[in-house]
């Protein structure tokens, strides 16, 4: 059996995930990031890869850029758990003729970004290979009242997104087919940011929370996978920039595939009971319902989405 | 620059590191593994990366031998810390034309070896990329008194190993020469062992310790920059086992090389003073000095030996 094709990713996950029992385990797999209590403190932990040739490429990234995008891909994974972010490891994987300059730049991003939050890098590991790696471990901390998973959502809460989706797909595309201008959707490409400062005013308010790593889509499903629930996604209201519709126009495609399926805006997707809707910010998206499955409203009709956003195995 | 030849991954930590001020932050990058304090407890935190081609070929070993092989690297730099290891985060790049079939065997070889320490896999990620890549992210608890760093070595205190060197490096050595037989070494290489449980006893009478992943010579080399010391090894004094010497001469080589620059023995190494050498285990290898540089004594005669262990940047 090989893992191409879609939804590979998601039947290896479940072929290989064990339910783990451990007291101080209070979130294993399944969600952002895993959560375990040490003493009286909540530890969130993540890790996510940047592989070159997948996740950037240096034709159009600054080694600078790849290292803030590291910090910032796990920052957005934290932050969706309710945490901060404190401390980073960071492994790479280096082709033998990599300059060093290119890994201090990588370094000089990682830094930089991790500032803005106050997070340190604190160890890591070096070796080669074919390809470069960026392996970044993220450790934070939440408070317990505000830790928020994918599996608290309930059927009538509304579903909300942070900000405007698809603007970073819409570069990439610009990217592979060397169209010229755009500079909103390419900027958002390549220097992405946690968004999680977004919400931090009303957490408290928030039922269940994902970041938008892989398209609305994918990481609306994992919130209904993990809750036992379905959505309805309102294809008018999601928020999507002019310059992202001009953006996909101009590659001959529809933005708002972009922002089901494309994923890397980490933009945050939250669900909030009816009552404290006044209470929040954010673009209202659609609603979680009893009726399983994810679908799309538009011109008085509904369909069933499916969830294969960004998926990693497809992209060459 | 190019971080090819000797020394290279030593001057590249170098050039990258920042001190890193943390009131929380109790060890940083320079040690095995990065130390945080949370609450009233030492969280310690290592990550390891195994990459196919460099540190393992499915021509010898099997997909579950890879999976523990993960796992022990890991625990093993968790243990040199005076921690046991109790959580894992597991990053794979994989191949698009991986089978199925050999992640569930290097998965099954995680748990496996994991159970040994009643550590569980909690979070991870995959995406793919050229080759296989493992990345392991262990987290580990101490208590702050067996806390062993490596920079807490004193000139006088006696360095010992915790058994027999080079034997791991004889076995890929054979592999690597298609050489028959030697079951011994090449078992060593094929399912590497932490082996902290061997110093557990007498923790509080070590004063520094590391893993030897990187040879002898150069493994102590960092205790010696880490504690502003020298060290002299006496070589009649390493541990090496018949088996090994014996596979050595059938590929040409010298199984004392393979234990000062071989490494993956994953024995440990550390110092304990005078006085306290009769209550510990091990085998006697050098003493360290207030003189820096680290030589190897042999026939009435000291000569410098360098740290270039086993760089992985060297290995095609």
């Known amino acids: 059996m090989k893992i191409k094709g879609i939804g590979g990713e998601f039947a290896l996950i479940k072929r290989i995930t064990k339910f783990v029992k451990d007291k101080d385990l209070i979130k294993g797999i399944g969600d952002d990031a895993a959560v375990i209590k040490i003493g009286n403190k909540y530890l969130v932990i993540t890790t996510d890869t940047l592989v070159e040739g997948d996740h950037f490429s240096f034709k159009w990234f600054t080694p600078k850029q790849v290292g803030k995008k590291a910090i910032e891909i796990n920052a957005s994974d934290i932050g969706a758990m309710g945490a901060v972010p404190k401390y980073v490891l960071v492994s790479l994987v280096l082709p033998v003729d990599i300059d060093v300059e290119v890994i201090d730049e990588i370094y000089k991003g990682m830094w930089e970004a991790g ?189 069933l989405i499916t969830k294969h956003g960004y998926d990693h195995f497809l992209i060459k």
């Not at 909300?160 to 990217?175: E, I, K, R």
């Not at 994992?222 to 519709?245: D, L």
């Not at 529809?254 to 209470?279: H, M, P, Q, R």
Request: charged share 30%.
């Open 115 to 303: 500032k803005k939050y106050n997070t340190k890098i604190i160890g890591g590991n070096m070796t080669h290979g074919k390809q470069l790696v960026i392996d970044i471990d993220m450790i934070g901390e939440a408070k317990k009242e505000n830790l928020k998973f994918r599996s608290s959502a309930r059927p009538g809460d509304f579903i909300l997104v942070s900000g405007d989706l698809g603007a970073s797909t819409a570069g990439l595309n610009l990217f592979l087919n060397n169209t010229k201008d755009h500079d909103y959707v390419k900027k958002k490409h390549l220097e992405p940011k946690a968004k999680f400062y977004k919400v931090k005013k009303f957490l408290k308010y928030i039922n269940a929370m994902i970041d938008v790593s892989d398209g609305l889509a994918s990481d609306i499903t994992r919130i209904c996978e993990q809750s036992n629930v379905g959505a309805i996604i309102f294809k008018g209201n999601i928020p999507i920039k002019e310059e992202t519709r001009n953006a996909a126009r101009a590659v001959g495609k529809d933005a708002v595939d972009y922002a089901l399926y494309g994923g890397e805006d980490f933009e945050l997707i939250y669900t909030v009971s009816k009552d404290n809707l006044g209470k929040v910010g954010g673009f209202l998206v659609g609603e979680i319902t009893k009726k399983k499955g994810v679908r799309l409203y538009s011109n008085s009709k509904e369909r």
